[in-house]
């Protein structure tokens, strides 16, 4: 495939009231603030170096090849927003899966248009990992695609997608999905797909969200992470149950062998992402002895930085420690 040459269909984001209540309590509005932060920031962000040969290339994200019949997105939004959010294509014999409904239906056709090019046929299987607009709002490409795809998600995440979505004017765009979904249990349990001479893992999780998914592909081992992981930008924890992020990501991030694909983020080893660990660990140090000593969250984020031993996190907004510590002393206060 040559770069660049994978073409999309016309499918404009609906801004509506809706969308727009949707987008500021979700990960979208968190990192649209990087178009707010200035181009040399946003250039930075998401300058995350490439590790696998590149099979198509766009403004706003490019496709590596990452094992035989496993294909990572990695989102560069630096002049389009038609992908936010990391996401992958995985081909079996009988199947293809797609992760992550992306962001704009303009992304969305892109990815569809590069796994019907890459793998001979479309999307069969579609996973959504959790319910934040970056993730959930290009899934309408998939609803009026000839055959779409049996989307995998939870019950939880249609209905925080759902909540998001009230007082506002019009149905999301592609929500007719769920009806026929495949819908999978609450966390901690998991669900094998077999999609022909090749087994994906999809792992109910929590923690970035109350309801998580990451995709585990066998041999050799490729883990989509979500949201739960971030490289190189300070995680967002709008939504976040800090214990338990960090608990999950103490347990995925272990494997030498495997390679993981962040929700946010340039591919990483197990090894690479050690300092996110170290900095999950870090704020949960931070905001835990603030609460014990009653110092409310908004004041302890107000006069905390990050120690330079973390290395360097790009933040798009000075407010996400405040929303880091907030979360924790919410969990705490429970
Ligand atoms: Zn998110």
């Excluded at 979904?181 to 349990?189: F, H, K, L, N, R």
Aim: proline share 6%; net charge negative; charged share 20%.
């Amino acid at each position: 495939m040559r770069k660049g040459k994978i073409q999309t269909s016309t499918d404009s984001p609906l801004y509506s009231r809706r969308s727009f209540l949707h987008q500021a309590s979700s990960c979208s509005a968190y990192l649209l603030a990087a178009f707010a932060a200035g181009p040399t920031l946003l250039r930075r962000a998401f300058a995350a170096s490439q590790k696998y040969d590149v099979v198509a290339s766009e403004p706003f994200g490019r496709l590596e090849q990452v094992a035989d019949g496993v294909w990572a997105l990695i989102s560069t939004p630096q002049s389009g927003r038609e992908t936010l959010s990391n996401g992958g294509i995985v081909a079996g014999r009988d199947g293809v899966m797609v992760i992550e409904a992306q962001y704009m239906g303009e992304g969305a056709d892109w990815l569809i248009a590069a796994a019907e090019e890459l793998t001979g046929r479309p999307p069969t299987h579609l996973v959504l990992t959790h319910y934040h607009a970056d993730h959930s709002w290009g899934m309408s490409a998939y609803a009026r695609h000839k055959e779409p795809p049996v989307l995998y998600t939870t019950h939880q995440t249609r209905d925080l997608l759902t909540a998001s979505l009230e007082g506002g004017e019009r149905e999301m765009p592609g929500a007719e999905m769920f009806a026929s979904a495949t819908m999978i249990s609450a966390a901690g349990s998991q669900e094998r797909v077999d999609l022909g001479g090749r087994a994906v893992h999809i792992d109910s999780r929590a923690g970035h969200t109350p309801s998580d998914l990451s995709i585990e592909v066998d041999d050799p081992r490729v883990v989509f992470c979500g949201d739960l992981v971030w490289n190189g930008m300070f995680p967002n924890y709008m939504d976040a149950i800090p214990s338990r992020l960090t608990r999950q990501c103490r347990a995925m991030l272990g494997d030498p062998s495997a390679l993981y694909v962040p929700g946010h983020g340039g591919l990483a080893t197990a090894e690479e992402m050690q300092p996110y660990l170290a900095l999950l660990e870090e704020i949960g140090r931070a905001a835990r002895d603030a609460f014990e000593k009653g110092t409310p969250a908004s004041e302890a984020a107000a006069e905390y930085s990050l120690p330079s031993s973390l290395g360097e996190w790009t933040m798009f907004s000075p407010s996400y420690y405040q929303v880091a510590f907030e979360a924790w002393e919410r969990e705490l206060s429970q």
